[in-house]
């Protein structure tokens, strides 16, 4: 019934029909096409009474009945199309929150509404952001002691993070917990803020400071505390954001709150001065361990910045912190004091040097799900090797329509060599938190977990669903093809005495322009429906209009190009781009190019807003769209000619 099955969220189905003796005879037993074609899937389904309420790209939610794929309703909010600028990381939605005969929805545009389980019909709507700041929400609300909690997104962006709790009945705001501090010339909200205001220098409030919670939580009724965990600092550069340094609180932190009133009582930072995209707002698990022969109630998480962390969960006290992919900007955290041992290097902002450093701020974990088998007392979650070279931004000026890092991308291309000899791949991992370090692990394209008590885990590899011993990672079954990257966390739900397993499938990878396959995958024994056959496709070939423009145009349309569209649209001809997913064009292949009036129509204009791409007309002109157009035309024709050769 809730995102994580229960509130401690360890994604652990105590169903066992399913094992390790018949997980082979699993097949497809039905399949839903989702309506958000072109973007990433990142959906948990709920199963309530038999039926299955799954979101999708744009927030749209649908209501499948849970035997057969029967569409029983379904409810687009209807999110504007240009708001889609603002979402970093793709217009995606995690899933809803159920209670009551209700579902709860955040939107992508910052509203929490409330529908109608039976009919889809909304009941109540709040917009819990301000439509004047470029927040998101892309996670999933939470709903404890009848009040719905919900957080958001947008700290490259420049805002200020907060969580805050609605009255599930009536959308009455009743609390609001800020992750970082205000303006202090219009006071602080609490004490709490007050103190962690002497951890910030300069004026941090003008940047927006960052901090979002926009993904993860978790519930712990036995202690009756809510962990949230906070985002990465804005813009990421501290020397722009917090002159002096400190160590920024609350950015990249697990913090309990009261459900109640959102009271503050402890925190663990996990990223002191965060200044690499280091979050902490992946996945928190609760659990009870035996820690020195004791037993322990204690938070876990394996953040972005590649340690995983074991807490006590009344106190925030840590236990242990031990690395589960290549890192490099520390050498390990002391457990006397809680801190990391930092690489004087990764402070590229102090020494003035780049630096490559691993993990990336793609992370060594992202918000894919992990699990925790009580069975096995493993934690099972994806991991990755990657690396990023980050050096300061001399020309920093924040922009109100992209992402405000403060760090040089071009850093990457002069560290070529560097980055290279650094280990990469990507991997599921069980991790034993009690003798902390690896149990086994698998190699390839990992995504969401679950395990089961049928001593399983499940979890995507690439376009497959695979299936796992849950004790020592031995692969015992994996899907067809679904023509599609999973990277969202399967479930378990059992309808009519019958266990089944679903994973809604989104691309997370490839090119844009080819077919999508955006579904919605349920897997019983003893099934054995096919999939429809893929769409022939032939990519188009790279034929751009003839490179005509002076080396200075080319040059200034490279410069904003690098500032406004490539953490999107990534290098041109994805010729070693640094962020590509495929959600969005290669530019080198676009038609537009062959028009001045086209690309215009475009950059300018807003023609394309409602696919999300919004009018750049408040921080471009006429000749900056020009060279932009200019720059991608010699650098398609760069491309071309290489691979002629």
Known sequence: MS????????RFSPLKQID???????GLAWHYDLDTAHRAQESTPLIIDGVMYVTGAWSKVFALDARTGKELWR???KVPGEWGVHACCDVVNRGVAAWKGRLYLGTLDGRLIALDAASGKQIWEVQTTDLAQPYTITGAPRVIKGKVIIGNGGAEYGVRGYVSAYDAATGALAWRFFTVPGDPALGFESETLANAAKTWNGEWWKLGG????????AYDAELDLLFIGTGNGSP???????????????????????PEDGSYVWHYQTTPGESWDYTATQPIVVADLAIDGAPRRVVMEAPKNGFFYVLDAATGKLLSADKFAAVNWASGVDLATGRPIENPAARYYVTGKPVALQPSSGGAHNWHPMAYSPQTGLVYFSASDNALAYAPDRNFKPNPRVTNLGIDLAANAAAGAELAALPRGSRTVAWDPVARREKWRVDGPSGGMLATAGGLVLGGKGNVLAAYAADDGRQLWTSADVHTGIVAGPISFSVDGVQHVAVVAGRATGNYYAPDYSRLLVFRRGANVQLPAETPFTP??????????????????????????????DDVGNAGGLFRRGLFPDLAYSPALAGREAFAGIVLDGARAANGMASYSTVLDADGADAIRAFVIDKANAVAASRRR
């Open 3 to 10: 995102y994580g099955r229960t509130y401690d969220e360890q």
């Open 20 to 26: 390790a003796s018949n997980v082979a005879q699993l």
């Open 75 to 77: 409810f687009d909010p």
């Open 210 to 217: 960052g901090g979002t919670v926009w993904d993860s939580m």
């Open 236 to 258: 990421w550069n501290q020397a722009l954001r917090s002159p002096g340094g400190g160590d920024n609180l609350f950015l990249s932190s697990i913090v309990a709150l009261r």
């Open 540 to 569: 188009a070939p790279l034929s751009p209009p003839p490179a005509t423009a002076a080396a200075d145009v080319v040059a200034r349309g490279q410069t904003l190009y690098d500032a406004n569209c490539v953490l999107c649209h």
